[in-house]
């Protein structure tokens, strides 16, 4: 923690701009890497360097100048740390002591150098060998009454080979168990936009950003959390494109922003006005918004106006009618009541959508995380189909994924309910059967957890115990398991809530080389845009005893399994080789995958409805009806808010870079609760008053966390926000999207006590 004094106040300036170089160069500083961050970066999305550790934006492979951001450059200072955890360091603190310190003091220490093994007699890690921790986990695996009581869980920034292997290792191990840190996230996006135009992915690519005519950005901080965008966002607003923001905080880079790489802007400390049009939306408002501007077009559709795209819904689309029927029955008082935006404005949004003839809807998690979030993104595909805005040139819906190669983990198998044809084509390739059964996303593997029936928990990266919802529990039931295995770079709390055997094993990083037996190694990564392209790392690894992630799965397969006849001691040599069984498996997508990756542009995954092909069962583009205006179940309590939790400036996920939120105006506190004006003093409180949040449930289990700052900011009412991963422990597991499984994190009810 700092000891400085918290501050709050406003931000003054553009987002972007001389802030974002002042933070660039400090945090080289402070992880004390100013010379070889700075190398690191200079081939950082370069041809022939590795790929951004950040977000899941593209990387334009830029051949004339730097391409990274603020917090890109964040992301690799944190993972090219002078700092080192040691045995030294290990064996000075006991797990208890380390319990005690901060997300952000852990994260601080640097990076993990040898792998270690839990001693319960001194409560510390102590030193173990490769060899000795992968015959541990062998014994644990190989002892358990069922594979299904192992769990197999992925982080995003694991690499394309290194989730394939992992997936053919799992199954061929026995399990589908594939908790995956996309179930927290854009599993909503995987499992409710199939239904409606046949794949879970974004339907767009980057030509479409230049060829679009008006953009949505619903529910999703660009400045902060794909800061790459917003270079696009810039270019259209240059281009005179309007840029609809659907926001219940005014984030700050979607009012004005300024370019850090735009040499004259810097110079002449210009701005770029972003959002034309800013939609400040209650928590859960959005479906009434988009129902208003449904029930505009089908009015002025019927008034004989041409606003329709009847010849698209005509060949593409089933269910219109019904969808129709449904908008035009909604009430204007309850629209507005629902979504918080004036009838007017609906309109004025309405009227830009229906002048676009080519419309991007791009979303994050504001959308995803409710009760309701698979459905409502169904229905902002309905809102597409009215315009046949998809599959045409500038046009589509767009998922801003998170983590790196979330996206391409999914494709590459870790997938907890594989279709039938994967395992068809596992069974040809491999010769073993895969298990058939569906097995867990991280609710279920959780709630196994919870009933005892899960003894082992392997994670791929990732901190597992922070990132999911209702903290108390979950760690309790993570201390109930016989084993617990974190492969990570950095040391996290879930290391520190663990199991009665514990393994952390440290690996080498996406920005360090790979070499084998067979030379130098390179990886492949898939971004939110379905293009895939190599990744190698420029620097040394952080210790020689740094293990690459490839061999690390292919010698606890090799221990586990020691009848197996895949090619494991292969694999871990030879990254070539896991791309041409990669092919083998998905030979539509993949086929020559390794000759397609020399080219240094990568290449495109086939998105069936980018080309209006629509892999449905019916093989339609499909308008699904929502019925009512609630994303999330209404709770009758007149005390009752609905909370956000949100990213700040400074983190990515659980990893705390620092305690400030730059520009939402905190400086030093991360224990603070954004609420309107109006909000608060309808409660009596003052500004800045500290106070405690409680969760308002059924389950009877009393959730709560103290020490909040109340904090004025002109969020909507109704709504408060506040940061992930502090305020998970009001998150109750149960409230979550059912048909995802995605936790409702951006509408958790809660009530404030003093
Ligand atoms: N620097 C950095 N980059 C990141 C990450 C990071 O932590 N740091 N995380 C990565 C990951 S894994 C992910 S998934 C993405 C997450 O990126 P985002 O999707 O931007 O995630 P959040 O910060 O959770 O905030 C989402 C936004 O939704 C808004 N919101 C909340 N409730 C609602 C609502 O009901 N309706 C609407 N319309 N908006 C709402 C919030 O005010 C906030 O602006 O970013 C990725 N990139
Ligand atoms: N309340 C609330 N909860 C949320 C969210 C929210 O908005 N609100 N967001 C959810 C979302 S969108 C997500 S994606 C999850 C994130 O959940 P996770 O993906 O599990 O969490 P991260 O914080 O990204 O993981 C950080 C750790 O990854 C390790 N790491 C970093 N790079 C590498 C690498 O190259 N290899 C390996 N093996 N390890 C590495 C480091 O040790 C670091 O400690 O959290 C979810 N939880
Ligand atoms: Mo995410």
């Not at 730097?66 to 955890?85: D, H, M, S």
């Not at 069922?146 to 989730?163: C, I, K, M, V």
């Not at 210009?270 to 928590?283: C, G, R």
């Not at 005892?452 to 529990?473: K, Q």
């Amino acid at each position: 923690m700092s000891d400085k004094q918290p501050r709050y106040h406003r931000y003054g300036q553009p987002a972007g701009g001389w802030g974002s170089a002042a933070a660039t160069a400090k945090v080289l500083i402070k992880q004390s890497v100013l010379a070889k961050g700075s190398r690191a970066l200079l081939s950082m999305n370069q041809p022939g360097g590795f790929k951004c550790p950040s977000c899941a934006f593209p990387d334009p492979i830029c051949h004339q100048r730097l391409e990274f951001c603020e917090n890109g450059a964040k992301a690799l200072a944190f993972e090219a740390t002078r700092y080192r955890v040691t045995r030294d360091f290990f064996a000075t603190h006991t797990v208890s002591e380390l319990m005690e310190q901060s997300d952000y003091w852990l994260e601080m220490q640097g990076r993990l150098t040898e792998p270690m093994r839990y001693d319960a007699a001194s409560d510390k890690y102590v030193p173990v060998s490769w060899n000795d921790a992968f015959a541990l986990i062998a014994k644990h695996l190989r002892g358990l009454d069922s594979p299904h009581q192992a769990d197999f869980y992925t982080s995003g920034r694991t690499l394309n080979e290194t989730a394939f292997l992992y997936s053919v290792f799992v199954r061929e191990f026995g399990t589908n168990n594939f908790p995956d840190c996309s179930n927290m996230c854009h599993e909503p996006t995987s499992r409710g936009l199939p239904p409606s135009i046949g794949i879970g992915k974004g339907t767009c690519t980057m030509v479409d950003f230049d060829q679009t005519e008006a953009l949505f950005i619903i529910g999703q901080n660009t400045g902060s959390n794909s800061p790459r965008m917003m270079t696009n966002l810039v270019e259209a607003r240059k281009r005179g494109i309007p840029i609809v923001a659907v926001n219940p905080m005014p984030e700050r880079a979607l009012i004005k922003f300024t370019a850090p790489q735009d040499v004259v802007q810097m110079a002449t400390f210009q701005h770029t006005d972003i959002a034309s049009e800013f939609v400040h939306i209650k928590i859960g408002g959005d479906l009434a918004l988009f129902k208003g501007m449904m029930k505009v077009l089908f009015e002025r559709d019927a008034a004989g106006e041409p606003v329709l795209d009847h010849a698209f819904i005509d060949e593409h689309t089933v269910g219109l009618e019904a969808v129709r029927q449904d908008a035009l029955a909604q009430d204007w008082a309850e629209i507005v009541e629902h979504s918080g935006v004036s009838e007017a404005q609906i309109r004025r949004v309405a009227e830009i959508y229906i002048r676009s003839n080519a419309t991007m809807l791009c979303y994050g998690m504001g959308l995803t995380q409710h009760q309701r979030g698979s459905e409502l993104l169904q229905q902002a595909c309905n809102l597409l189909f009215l315009r046949g805005n998809i599959g045409k040139p500038g046009a589509g819906i767009v998922p801003i994924r998170g983590h790196s190669n979330v996206q391409g983990d999914r494709t590459c198998g870790i997938d907890e309910q594989p279709p039938a044809a994967l395992l068809d084509n596992i069974e040809k390739v491999f010769g073993f059967a895969p298990p058939r059964e569906p097995g867990h996303h991280m609710l279920k593997a959780v709630e196994a957890m919870m009933r005892g029936e899960t003894r082992v928990f392997f994670a791929m990266g990732g901190n597992f115990v922070r990132a999911i919802p209702d903290t108390e529990r979950s760690y309790a039931a993570m201390r109930g398991l016989d084993l617990s295995v974190g492969v990570n770079t950095k040391l996290n709390r879930g290391h520190l809530v663990h199991a009665k055997d514990a393994l952390i094993l440290p690996v080498v990083a996406r920005s360090e080389i790979i070499r084998t037996a067979k030379g130098e190694q390179v990886q492949s990564i898939e971004d939110m845009v379905a293009k895939v392209t190599t990744s190698r790392g420029v620097l040394e690894p952080a210790s020689p005893d740094c293990m690459p992630e490839v061999e690390i799965i292919c010698r606890m397969a090799m221990a586990t399994l020691p009848a197996s006849k895949t090619p494991w001691a292969e694999f871990a040599q030879d990254y070539a080789l896991i791309r041409d069984w990669i092919a083998k498996v998905f030979p539509d997508i993949y086929s020559d995958f390794n000759e397609k990756l020399k080219d240094p542009d990568g290449f495109h995954l086939d998105v069936p409805p980018h080309r209006r092909v629509w892999p449905t069962p019916n093989g339609k583009a499909n308008f699904l009806l929502l019925p009512g205006l609630h994303v999330n179940t209404p709770v009758a309590d007149a005390a009752m808010l609905r909370l956000a939790t949100v990213r700040s400036h400074d983190q990515f996920n659980t990893t705390i870079y620092s305690n400030d939120d730059r520009y939402r105006g905190v400086w030093g506190n991360r224990m603070v609760l954004f609420i309107n004006e109006e909000d608060r003093k309808a409660r009596g409180l003052e500004n800045q008053q500290i106070v405690a949040l409680e969760t308002i449930s059924t389950d009877g289990i009393s959730r709560r966390v103290e020490g909040l700052t109340v904090l004025d900011y002109p969020i909507s009412r109704g709504s408060v926000a506040g940061y992930y991963p502090e305020l998970n422990p009001l998150l109750p597991l149960d409230y979550h999207d059912k048909i995802s499984g995605t936790p409702a994190a951006k509408s958790i009810p809660v009530r404030i006590v003093v």
